[in-house]
């Protein structure tokens, strides 16, 4: 029996729920440092530039590293990267409580430590969201991002009040402790978890190669390139109100720690109200709309910050600004998750952080000059701008609505066996595929072997072309290559159920009373002095 799916619906997965109870404590802890570094740097370095550099040095990791952690989420278990990834921020963090203690700390070394907090984000958040889907089934997916967006934003919403109150007592070095303890919760449950992985057949792909990989899937897939500008136009803009709030809070008649905390705390409870009604909200607009009304409600938001004049008109705009920020990105990861099969998912996840996380360290750093430069209003104003610019760019590129396709394995195609003994690394391999179309069949079929160029370069083919005999207008060739053997075998096992449409509607219309002919081929040297087999011409495979 199917249970039907709702908003609490991933909690009947006894794995997710203790991650995600694990996941509040460490949020909270990060949250606390985020509180006690902002306020740290307000006192040692108090310019608006550096304040705001404090947020880029967390994001600016993962728009730098998140592809080759991408790539290392999908090729290695997803389980060891993430807790390897929490051991060394666990690290980090120590270093930077004991400096802080003793005095050490300056205002470039905070930045350091910070980054390198951003590092171990940037290697855990990859392997962390690809692994939600082996949580929960598909139909939770949605409702599983958006738990998570719930996850953080509750400990949002007490956690910079409770950091406000830890830096006002017991000063920044006590936030970065909390913080250190609490990895060790998550660290404990991801130890337990019992992560099933499929016996590997083929040897791992190299880390540049799979990195190669990731961007060409996404470069061939338009629309996920949409949700990536999206993305990162909206972290550029969103960004400037967290990055900017230690000075708003600081200069406000009743200004410090405490005030900065409570205000993140309101963003918090904007971003959890958000969170629950994003499944709402989903079912009643399309996804460009709820991008549109982000970025509309986000200007709002800024411009409420920047002439309120006082903590009850900055905290409106902080709920606002909560509640667009989940709607926002909670929908962009979703559209990416659901678009996007498991092979590649943590690299098409990697991309979409680097893009967000890009537009966030840049938005930063802009936002934080032009503030310096010319007041923390007119920085805000200017972004409002921007923003509503941005929600315009959906009238020529929208985004698409969530994918119901299906992205499971096809595992329909077998190795074939061969005349030769290929290894793995033989190649490169030259493809060749003959159809037989009817002539009033001839525009479908242009039509389907257009979107089938797409799947075979975006899995990997290179080269690909489509030749017509000019003596026999009814004969077809398609073509295409791949590196090595190995890379064959793999560009075959990515197929999807989806992808099987397009390539059985071009099956049906091949009018031989044979399938397609295909002619696997090594290409070989002409000089017979160069190594590997001495053949001067292509070898047949069958």
Same mark, same amino acid.
């Given at each position: ?18 991650? =995600? +109870? ?7 802890? @990060?949250?606390?440092?985020? %509180? ?39 090729? +290695?278990?997803?389980?060891?990267? &993430?807790?390897?990834?929490?051991? +060394? &921020? ?10 802080? /203690? ?80 609490? /990895? ?31 961007? !060409?899937?996404?470069? &061939? ?56 009604? @994003? ?15 982000? +970025?509309?409600?986000?200007? %709002? ?5 920047? /002439? ?27 559209? %990416?998750?659901?678009?996007?099969? !498991?092979?590649?998912?943590? !690299?098409?996840?990697?991309? /979409?952080?680097?893009?967000?996380? @890009? ?5 930063? =750093? ?10 923390? *209003? ?14 315009? #760019?959906?009238? *020529? ?124 081929? %090594? ?15 292509? #070898?047949?495979?069958?």
């Amino acid at each position: 029996m199917v249970l039907p799916s709702s908003p609490l619906s991933p909690f009947r997965s006894p794995v997710f729920r203790a991650v =995600w +109870f694990a996941s509040l404590a460490s949020n909270l802890g @990060g949250l606390i440092q985020s %509180v006690g570094a902002a306020w740290l740097m307000t006192s040692i370095a108090p310019s608006a530039d550096m304040i705001a550099l404090v947020q880029a040095s967390t994001t600016l990791p993962v728009m730098i590293f998140s592809l080759a952690s991408g790539a290392v989420a999908d090729n +290695f278990n997803r389980k060891r990267v &993430m807790m390897t990834a929490q051991a +060394f &921020m666990l690290v980090v963090s120590l270093f930077l409580a004991l400096f802080t /203690y003793f005095g050490w700390i300056t205002p470039w070394m905070l930045l350091g430590f910070t980054f390198l907090i951003g590092c171990g984000t940037a290697l855990n958040n990859p392997s962390w969201q690809a692994s939600v889907g082996e949580m929960v089934p598909r139909s939770d997916l949605p409702h599983a991002v958006a738990l998570n967006s719930v996850n953080f934003n509750l400990t949002r919403s007490v956690g910079p009040a409770i950091g406000g109150i830890i830096v006002a007592s017991a000063g920044a070095v006590a936030a970065f402790a909390v913080n250190a303890l609490s /990895y060790l919760p998550l660290l404990f449950v991801i130890s337990r978890w019992k992560l099933e992985t499929p016996p590997r057949t083929l040897p791992r792909e190299t880390l540049l190669s799979a990195m190669f990989s990731g961007l !060409r899937y996404v470069a &061939m897939s338009p629309q996920i390139e949409k949700v990536l500008l999206r993305g990162f136009l909206f972290g550029f803009t969103a960004i400037i109100v967290l990055a900017l709030l230690p000075i708003v809070a600081r200069d406000l008649p009743n200004g410090g720690p405490l005030l900065y905390g409570l205000l993140l705390g309101c963003y918090g409870i904007g971003a959890v109200g958000g969170a629950f009604l @994003g499944g709402k909200v989903r079912q009643m607009t399309s996804n460009e709309n709820i991008a549109r009304g982000s +970025f509309v409600g986000f200007a %709002v938001s800024a411009t409420l910050i920047a /002439y309120g004049g006082n903590e009850a008109f900055v905290a409106l705009g902080m709920l606002i600004g909560g509640a667009c920020w989940v709607l926002a990105l909670s929908m962009f990861n979703v559209t %990416v998750q659901l678009a996007t099969p !498991r092979w590649v998912l943590g !690299r098409a996840l990697a991309l /979409y952080q680097t893009a967000t996380f @890009g537009g966030m360290a840049l938005g930063s =750093w802009t936002w934080g000059l032009v503030a310096e430069s010319h007041g923390i *209003s007119v920085a805000l104003i200017s972004a409002a701008a921007v923003m509503l610019a941005s929600a315009a #760019v959906g009238l *020529s590129l929208p985004l698409p609505n969530l994918s119901r396709d299906n992205l499971e394995p096809l595992n329909r195609w077998k190795v074939p066996s061969l005349a030769l003994d290929l290894q793995g690394r033989s190649g490169p391999m030259a493809i060749m595929i003959e159809h037989i179309i009817p002539e009033n069949y001839t525009e479908r079929f242009l039509s389907l072997m257009h979107e089938r160029r797409r799947i075979i370069r975006r899995d990997g083919g290179r080269n690909w072309e489509l030749l017509r005999d000019t003596q026999h207008p009814e004969q077809w060739i398609e073509t295409y290559h791949v590196p090595t053997w190995n890379d064959y075998v793999r560009h075959n096992q990515r197929r999807t159920q989806a992808d099987a449409i397009i390539y059985d509607a071009v099956r049906a219309l091949h009018a031989g009373s044979e399938p397609p002919k295909v002619h696997r081929m %090594v290409v070989r040297p002409t000089d017979p002095r160069e190594p590997g087999l001495q053949t001067k011409t292509p #070898v047949d495979l069958g």
